[in-house]
């Protein structure tokens, strides 16, 4: 059955340290992934996304993630974190058949300054 | 802003109610999902909908369903509410249905807060 997990809950970090979240997948095909964010009261916005092609991936707001398929894993890194990434992060795969994502739980951010 | 809406932002009502939530997709998209976020589930993918039709479904209650109309908007209606249904309600939509092609990114709404007393 296809799934995602995200491992970390919640995740604090310093302003201007480096990030990484992790997302695991289990999908039975070639998967098609995805990182949402969620800032507090809004709408999820994609911030990458990996179809095929270089595993490294670059998105919106200075964030990167890389697709290991021996490991099945697409995590999310970012190099120096800004206070404004506070936020709740989505890691979500979706098909090449069929028409449903499937979305991890979810892994919170804090940013102290 | 992400092109699609929805309405109403929140929504309080009693159990046993019925409420509607609305969507509007981004313009040109013809495939409408429905999402059910809530603390303890987490974000659950409830149905989809492709220029009108019902493409795929998730984990949909019987007292919930959902219909999509000629002008693409969708509609969400929760019956005989529960304080379980208590949650935000997230609308996305995308441009085709996923896997006639690569998999589309979804783009969503605002949502709406449903809250049941």
């Known amino acids: 059955a296809q799934s995602v997990t995200q491992p970390d809950i919640h995740i604090t970090v310093s302003e201007g340290a480096s990030l990484e979240l992790r997302c695991n997948y289990s999908y039975g095909a070639t998967p098609y992934l995805f990182w949402y964010v969620q800032s507090p009261g809004q709408g999820l916005q994609l911030l990458l996304k990996?179809?095929?092609?270089?595993?490294l991936v670059q998105g919106i707001k200075g964030f990167e993630a890389e697709f290991k398929r021996s490991q099945s894993s697409f995590n999310l890194r970012k190099p120096s974190v800004h206070w404004s990434d506070a936020a709740e992060y989505f890691c979500?795969?979706?098909?090449?058949?069929?028409?449903?994502?499937?979305f991890g739980t979810g892994t919170s951010l804090t940013v102290i300054p | 802003d992400s092109g699609v809406t929805q309405t109403p932002k929140h929504l309080i009502t009693a159990t046993g109610q019925r409420v509607t939530l609305r969507c509007s997709p981004r313009s040109g998209d013809l495939s409408v999902y429905w999402y059910q976020q809530s603390l303890d589930q987490g974000l659950q993918f409830l149905i989809q909908y492709y220029n009108g039709e019902e493409r795929a479904k998730g984990n949909i209650l019987e007292r919930f369903s959902a219909q999509q109309f000629p002008d693409l908007h969708s509609e969400l209606n929760l019956s005989s509410l529960e304080l379980g249904d208590s949650a935000l309600y997230f609308c996305?939509?995308?441009?085709?249905?996923?896997?006639?092609?690569?998999?589309?990114?979804?783009?969503f709404g605002p949502g709406t807060r449903l809250t049941v007393l």
């Open positions: 979500a795969v979706g098909p090449n058949t069929g028409n449903q994502f499937y």
């Open positions: 990996y179809f095929s092609g270089d595993t």
């Open positions: 996305a939509s995308s441009p085709k249905p996923s896997g006639r092609a690569r998999g589309d990114e979804q783009f």
